[in-house]
């Protein structure tokens, strides 16, 4: 059996976020060993550093979509969120369009509060930020313009008040309140009335009590023209579609149809984007896959009509669009794409459809034939629900004999999906598992995102509950796959995938041989008392009330059950996360250590709700690898 360093899995480097602009690619990758900003220039130079080495950038996919930077010709700058080492107190700051030193942007005008930036025209140079003070629930939207500064507020809410669209010249801005995945209402701020008023849904101060409001998943939109809205719904089909109203008239709601769709499978319309003249495109994940559509509205006939595949086939198939950005003025498309078993490239998508790759990243020393690019395993669960998941089995050319020992990975989220995506976290990692020769069970169990908004909404206010049955499911169903010995089996997860493996381990001691828990909640009562207040609203409505769940919240904390783990569990933890703090790991750690179980504990001081760091990511694969390779014996 061949030995792969991990090493070489983790030389391939991130190529993420591209933006051009002329005849430069600007980017985001950890060529340093952590994530910087670049720039090169089309058709390919030697990538040029536009921020010092010590700077580290967030990880883009906790921006959650919102801005991660942005190029500003016209004031010769590049607009930047940062954080310090994961915090999330993201803060905007200039850098020189040819590289410099970052500066604040205003000041100290938002410092120890978290700034998304949600859009911004780089013709205009005007953005709109989201502001949580971190210190109260009230979250405000703020219209600014990057040239003079000036900053415009768009109101105050609990809920959110964040910008979905905004017309051409930023005078009309579409705001949304949030209460829980998929339950959200619409607001419509215009320049020359100062305040938002109701545009769409009904308001939860509206509601009487045990009223029950169907969720619309309104997501993405974009005004056409001064009329009306185009938009991404779950209002006529479960796994959204397109809908269109005037604004004059937004209780005349139109379902839009879609012409020209040539993808199979299980999935969702996931976005909507503009793009040049008129024009967007759609983006779809179908069975954790990207498709990307480009195509015209025809408001008068209410049908949206494709004429481009952008991504879905070819070189741009079978794997996950990271990020999509589009030229105005050249008409060009700049994206970042990866695979199970390649990492992420980048490319330039012209007018006419010619594709050209600007990288050439590879695995190094590691043939593509020996990872795993994993198998489809969809499964019926306990009550006869459908669970999408995918079984990553070593390569038969790596020599391992028949049956493998299995590790559960579990998502976090849980309003997330495990996708095959060599920039997430999870991939590299169940590939170095697969080169040791683990088995690697990876479901999208209920609550997930990717296969509707009735299945990612299975999940509320009952964390713990039939989604922890979705995996004994599992378990019972891998009993019968002659491939596997499920008799040396380990669970490991993430953020609510932590919290799941803490529950599994201590709901189910007789099924785990080892669980590692990565910033995973552990007591749900003190998990949701660190947390962010303008967090707590959410949590309150999507998990439980401290005061008024009080005994389902107990039952459902691992906390409850941890007492009866039956074996060695790794905690690992981001020193800065303020998500799932610190000291709700070192609770677990202490608390089961006074108890006499056997339990180890990792803190990386420099990061925050992930690995992102290159030392950090070798230590943490190294010693999760090694953990299960001691107890469950491949």
């Not at 002329?22 to 950890?30: C, E, M, V």
């Not at 010092?52 to 930077?69: F, T």
């Not at 559509?293 to 595949?309: A, C, E, M, T, V």
């Not at 990692?429 to 299975?458: C, D, E, H």
């Amino acid at each position: 059996m061949a030995a792969y360093p991990l090493q070489s899995l983790l030389s391939a480097r991130q190529f993420v976020s591209p933006q051009r602009v002329g005849d430069r690619l600007y980017f985001i990758s950890d060529m340093s060993g952590r994530l910087s900003l670049y720039s090169m220039r089309v058709g390919g130079s030697v990538p040029e550093p536009l921020i010092p080495p010590d700077v580290a950038l967030p990880n883009p996919h906790h921006l959650d979509g919102a801005v991660a930077y942005r190029v500003l010709p016209s004031l010769g700058k590049i607009l930047l969120m940062l954080d310090r080492d994961g915090d999330e107190n993201y803060q905007p700051v200039f850098a020189p369009i040819d590289g410099g030193l970052p500066v604040p942007v205003f000041g100290d005008r938002f410092a120890g509060q978290q700034v998304f930036c949600t859009f911004c025209d780089a013709e205009r140079n005007l953005a709109i930020f989201n502001v949580d003070p971190r210190t109260s629930p009230q979250m405000e939207g703020i219209l600014a313009n990057l040239a003079t500064l000036e900053l415009t507020s768009l109101g105050t809410s609990l809920y959110g008040n964040f910008a979905v669209a905004h017309s051409d010249d930023f005078s009309t801005i579409l705001l949304a309140d949030q209460y829980t995945f998929g339950d959200v209402v619409w607001y419509l701020w215009r320049k020359d009335e100062g305040e938002r008023r109701l545009l769409f849904g009904l308001p939860l101060d509206q509601r009487t009590e045990g009223q029950v409001v169907q969720p619309n998943g309104l997501g993405n939109a974009e005004f056409i023209g001064d009329e009306g809205v185009l938009f991404v719904n779950a209002l006529f089909n479960d796994q959204y579609g397109l809908a269109y109203f005037r604004l004059d008239a937004p209780d005349q709601l139109h379902e839009v149809a879609i012409q020209g769709t040539i993808h199979r499978g299980v999935g969702e319309l996931v976005g909507l984007k503009a793009s040049t003249s008129g024009r967007h495109v759609l983006l779809y994940n179908i069975d954790g896959v990207s498709w990307v559509y480009g195509g015209s509205f025809d408001r008068y006939n209410l049908i949206f009509r494709i004429d481009r595949i952008l991504v879905g086939q070819g070189a741009l198939s079978d794997g996950v669009l990271e990020s999509l950005a589009i030229d105005q003025t050249t008409g060009t498309a700049a994206l970042s794409f990866s695979q199970a078993t390649s990492p992420s490239q980048l490319y330039v998508l012209d007018a006419e459809d010619n594709l050209a790759r600007q990288t050439n990243e590879r695995i190094l020393g590691i043939p593509q034939h020996v990872l795993a690019r994993g198998e489809d395993y969809p499964y019926t669960s306990h009550d006869g629900l459908r669970i999408s998941s995918r079984l990553y089995l070593p390569a038969a050319e790596l020599g391992y004999s028949a049956p493998r020992p299995v590790i559960f990975y579990i998502h976090g989220g849980p309003q997330s999906q495990e996708r095959p995506d060599f920039t997430w976290f999870s991939m590299p990692l169940i590939q170095f598992f697969t080169l040791n020769g683990f088995a690697v069970w990876v479901p999208n169990v209920r609550g997930s995102s990717g296969y509707g908004l009735s299945y990612m909404k299975r999940v509320d206010h009952d964390w713990g509950g039939l989604d922890r049955l979705d995996h004994i499911a599992a378990f019972e169903l891998l009993r019968k796959d002659e491939r596997l010995d499920m008799e040396r089996v380990g669970v490991m997860g993430r953020s609510y995938g932590g919290f799941m493996t803490l529950t599994l381990a201590g709901r189910h001691p007789e099924l785990w041989k080892a669980a590692c828990d990565m910033f995973g909640p552990y007591n749900l009562f003190t998990f949701m008392e660190r947390i962010p207040e303008a967090w707590k609203t959410y949590f309150y409505m999507a998990v439980g009330h401290p005061e008024k769940d009080r005994e389902f919240l107990t039952e459902r904390s691992p906390s409850t059950h941890l007492h009866q783990l039956a074996c060695p569990l790794l905690v690992i933890q981001g020193a800065n996360d303020p998500r799932v703090v610190e000291r709700e790991s070192r609770d677990v750690v202490e608390q089961l250590r006074a108890q006499g179980k056997e339990v180890e504990y990792i803190v990386y001081h420099d990061e925050g709700h992930d690995i992102i760091k290159y030392p950090n990511k070798v230590d943490c694969y190294t010693r999760i690898t090694e953990f299960f390779k001691l107890h469950l014996r491949p």
